[in-house]
Nanobody, 127 residues
Framework: QVQLVESGGGSVQAGGSLRLSCVVS????????LAWFRQAAGKEREGVAA??????????TTYYTDSVRGRFSISQDDNTLYLQMNGLKPEDTAMYYC??????????????????WGQGTQVTVSS
């Protein structure tokens, strides 16, 4: 059984940093992808960043949505997925979810291409 458990959310002021963690269990990385999504109140779920581990660790590929590129960094270490968030802005306020897919699929940012989801961790950025 695949389980994803997020942690690390909280409340910070604009310009601050947070590091989200997602412990992944029961999941086989080969051929799939891992990602962070977020959903703000009244908005659709949005892909934030994804990592495609590939068959070998030297072939890791990362993806970012334009609004976070240069501020956020996704990484993976053994069974934990991370999202380092620097330079946080009020518009980054949302519930953040980690997700895992058995296959890469047509798009890294399409929620429908992911098979497993965590319960979410809230990030609130005040101005």
């Amino acid at each position: 059984q695949v389980q994803l458990v997020e942690s690390g959310g909280g409340s910070v002021q604009a310009g601050g940093s947070l590091r989200l963690s997602c412990v992944v269990s029961g999941y086989t990385y080969s051929g799939g992808k891992l990602a962070w999504f977020r959903q703000a109140a009244g908005k659709e779920r949005e892909g934030v960043a994804a990592v495609y581990p590939g068959a070998y660790t030297t072939h890791v590929t990362t993806y970012y949505t334009d609004s976070v590129r240069g501020r956020f960094s996704i990484s993976q270490d053994d069974n934990t997925l991370y999202l380092q968030m620097n330079g946080l802005k009020p518009e980054d306020t949302a519930m953040y979810y980690c997700a895992a897919a058995r296959a890469f699929g047509p798009s890294w940012s399409w929620p429908g291409s992911y098979d497993y989801w965590g319960q979410g961790t809230q990030v609130t950025v005040s101005s």
